[in-house]
Antibody
Framework: QLQLQESGPGLVKPSETLSLTCIVS??????????WVWIRQPPGKGLEWIGS???????YYNPSLKSRITISVDTSKNQFSLRLSSVTAADTAVYFC???????????????WGEGTTVTVSS | EIVLTQSPAILSVSPGERATLSCRAS??????LAWYQQKPGQAPRLLIY???TRATGIPARFSGSGSGTEFTLTISSLQSEDFAVYYC???????????FGQGTKVEIK
């Protein structure tokens, strides 16, 4: 059964870069039936899509975050990563990675989620 | 950008009663809508996709309906473990990307 696990620092200083990794176990990240996604949830608020990456490496980013985001995939390690630069307190959130069902290159729903990791931006 | 509006924001229901949650899209999204359940401190869990198809392992008391711009999630007889926040998510419009509703909290009356 596929499992996702986020990892990375829980505290990041303002203006620095947030880096998170999602390790995929129990299945291959190379499958063309799936893509991979980062989603975040600020404290007490709803879900915000950050960006998605196909197994090929093609990416879609949230336009409001696009200038600061890089999502990459490492098929040799079966993991994908998020980098968010120039962070501020507004980037404090729980960050989830998830699997995105993909059909003929079209992104559908998220069927498997990691448990999430809390990132606080503070000096 | 497609906007999803969920109502009500908070729904107070007694155990055993029916709960009806609404999600309205700002433009037609066909049946490209999913519902997720999120309990405190947990990740969201996929309940429904394609507006009406239950995900693997989801009890039959959860049902989804609708198409176009109006969607409903119904929980036929609320159990204690169903008190949570529910989000709808549209995946009809790529790019620019996924959008979620703001959530409906189902609480014990």
């Amino acid at each position: 059964q596929l499992q996702l696990q986020e990892s990375g620092p829980g505290l990041v200083k303002p203006s620095e870069t947030l880096s998170l990794t999602c390790i995929v176990s129990g299945g291959s990240i190379r499958s063309s039936d799936y893509s991979w996604v980062w989603i975040r949830q600020p404290p007490g608020k709803g879900l915000e899509w950050i960006g998605s990456i196909f197994h090929s490496g093609s990416t879609y980013y949230n336009p409001s975050l696009k200038s600061r985001i890089t999502i990459s995939v490492d098929t040799s390690k079966n993991q994908f990563s998020l980098r968010l630069s120039s962070v501020t307190a507004a980037d404090t959130a729980v960050y989830f990675c998830a699997r995105h069902v993909t059909v003929f290159g079209v992104l559908y729903y998220m069927d498997v989620w990691g448990e999430g990791t809390t990132v606080t931006v503070s000096s | 950008e497609i906007v999803l509006t969920q109502s009500p924001a908070i729904l107070s229901v007694s155990p055993g009663e029916r709960a009806t949650l609404s999600c309205r899209a700002s433009q037609s999204i066909s049946n490209n809508l999913a519902w997720y359940q999120q309990k405190p401190g947990q990740a969201p869990r996929l309940l429904i996709y394609g507006a009406s198809t239950r995900a693997t392992g989801i009890p039959a008391r959860f049902s989804g309906s609708g198409s176009g711009t109006e969607f409903t999630l119904t929980i036929s007889s609320l159990q204690s473990e169903d008190f949570a926040v529910y989000y709808c998510h549209q995946y009809n419009n790529w790019p620019p990307g996924a959008t979620f509703g703001q959530g409906t909290k189902v609480e014990i009356k």
